[in-house]
């Protein structure tokens, strides 16, 4: 069975400063796809980032980049330029490609961001 | 694209009381996905439908949960009797194909009293 893991519960960052956070997962599957999710205190799941496995580039959306490290099962969320509303817990999921199956979620980093 | 559509927003209601919450996927998703989530557990999926019939119902906690989905616009979660453990945040989810990211309502929370 696949595992997603984020072994950071919290993170704290300097506002304007760049941050990273972890995430790994388990799987034997060759194709999936990798996402990341933002959840602010308002509580709306919002998804922030998406990566396809059979994608060498690293997916970037503005501030937000990914680096994903296929062999090493490793796909870690990069954000530069901490802004006050980046401050929110944030998920890492994975979803198979070869099953049409459930989406399997991270415990969560909460990210806090420092005026 | 109106979103996933969840209702009610907000629910109280004292123990032993039936509570039903509902969903409304975005239109020509088939994949309903029923999540909840509490500070101890974290975020738990409870149930999932394709195409509207239920899939992988593992993560229902007890005979008291059940959930339907009558047809493709709309699903609901039932628990009968509640109890003050029950209170959480309810999310529900839908996707297309398997390649894509859940969309996510903006949940119900639930207070049993």
């Known amino acids: 069975a696949q595992t997603v893991t984020q072994s950071q519960p919290e993170m704290s960052v300097q506002e304007a400063e760049t941050v990273t956070l972890s995430c790994t997962y388990d799987?034997?599957?060759?194709?999936?796809?990798l996402f990341w999710y933002k959840q602010p205190p308002s509580r709306q799941m919002i998804l922030v980032i998406r990566?396809?496995?059979?994608?060498?580039q690293n997916a970037t959306e503005n501030r937000f980049s990914v680096n994903f490290q296929k062999a090493a099962k490793s796909f870690s969320l990069k954000i530069s330029d901490s802004q006050l509303g980046d401050a929110a817990m944030y998920f890492c999921?994975?979803?198979?490609?070869?099953?049409?199956?459930?989406?399997?979620f991270g415990k969560g980093t909460r990210l806090h961001i420092l005026p | 694209d109106a979103g996933v559509i969840q209702s009610p927003r907000h629910e109280v209601t004292e123990m032993g009381q039936e509570v039903t919450l509902r969903c409304k996927p975005i239109?020509?998703?088939?994949?309903l996905f029923w999540y909840r989530q509490t500070m101890m557990r974290g975020l738990e999926l409870l149930i999932y439908f394709n195409n509207n019939v239920p899939i992988d119902d593992s993560g229902m906690p007890e005979d008291r949960f059940s959930a339907k989905m009558p047809n493709a616009s709309f699903s609901t979660l039932k628990i009968q009797p509640s109890e003050p453990r029950d209170s959480a945040v309810y999310f529900c989810?839908?996707?297309?194909?398997?390649?894509?990211?859940?969309?996510f309502g903006d949940g119900t929370r639930l207070s049993i009293l």
């Open positions: 799987t034997s599957e060759s194709d999936y796809y």
């Open positions: 990566q396809e496995a059979y994608k060498q």
């Open positions: 239109s020509g998703h088939n994949s």
């Open positions: 999921a994975y979803r198979s490609g070869e099953r049409d199956d459930k989406i399997i």
């Open positions: 989810a839908s996707s297309d194909r398997s390649n894509q990211p859940q969309h």
